[in-house]
Nanobody, 113 residues
Framework: QLQASGGGLVQTGGSLRLSCAIS????????MRWHRQAPGKQRELVAT???????TYADSVKRRFTISADNAWDTVYLEMGSLKPEDTAIYYC?????????WGQGTLVTVSS
């Protein structure tokens, strides 16, 4: 099971940290991804962290967002800084495994101008 949390209302330029808690056993974990979906828009891949530690980011969030995981991979974080109104969306965590993908329930981030 994946439990996303940490969303909320923040002003432009502010910061938030999202968490995705991983509970239960998952075989063959290869990566965790954060996606977001804004109203009326398609879902967008925001950031990925691979089990070996490599990270990748969408151009729109590079140098503003940081994805990380604790040592046990119990929780994966998305640190978001210099937030903009266009970052407003529901953020979803997505665990990628050899047996398939698993999704959290989403957490809403609203950035006011």
């Amino acid at each position: 099971q994946l439990q996303a949390s940490g969303g909320g209302l923040v002003q432009t330029g502010g910061s938030l940290r999202l968490s995705c808690a991983i509970s239960g056993s998952f075989f063959g974990i290869s990566a965790m991804r954060w996606h977001r979906q804004a109203p009326g828009k398609q879902r967008e891949l925001v950031a990925t962290i691979y089990k070996k530690g490599t990270t990748t980011y969408a151009d729109s969030v590079k140098r503003r967002f940081t994805i990380s995981a604790d040592n046990a991979w119990d929780t994966v974080y998305l640190e978001m800084g210099s937030l903009k109104p266009e970052d407003t969306a529901i953020y979803y965590c997505n665990l990628v495994t050899s047996l398939g993908d698993y999704w959290g329930q989403g957490t809403l981030v609203t950035v006011s101008s």
